[in-house]
């Protein structure tokens, strides 16, 4: 089992950067494969992007390709989410995401998931 925890959400302007951090508990964090979703008001939770266990494969939304970029430490038990070029439509609640099979991009298919962290963009 993994516990996670995001960080890093924030209120920034159109154009802006932010980082986003998620924090796994555990000794076998290297075993997850990660996954970065949102959730706007009034919408359904939504893929961003994805990662497998040791960073070599990537996945994003076509809504944020070329924008956002996923990594991951193992050593720090750390998956993170650079974005850039932020727009008002990028504004939701991020979470972050674990499971042991598959670089899954739906969200039914993720078994952990931690508390979210909101992102505001303002144009």
């Known amino acids: 089992q993994v516990q996670l925890v995001e960080s890093g959400g924030g209120l920034v302007q159109a154009g802006d950067s932010l980082r986003l951090s998620c924090a796994a508990s555990g000794r076998t964090f290297s075993s997850y494969y990660m996954g970065w979703f949102r959730q706007a008001p009034g919408k359904e939770r939504e893929f961003v992007a994805a990662i497998n266990t040791n960073g070599g494969t990537t996945k994003y939304a076509d809504s944020v390709k070329g924008r956002f970029t996923i990594s991951r430490d193992n050593a720090k038990n750390t998956v993170y989410l650079q974005m850039n070029s932020l727009k008002p439509e990028d504004t939701a609640v991020y979470y972050c995401?674990?499971?042991?099979?598959?670089?899954?991009?739906?969200?039914?298919?993720?078994?952990?998931w931690g508390q979210g962290t909101q992102v505001t963009v303002s144009s």
């Open positions: 995401a674990a499971d042991r099979t598959y670089i899954w991009t739906q969200p039914t298919q993720y078994h952990y």
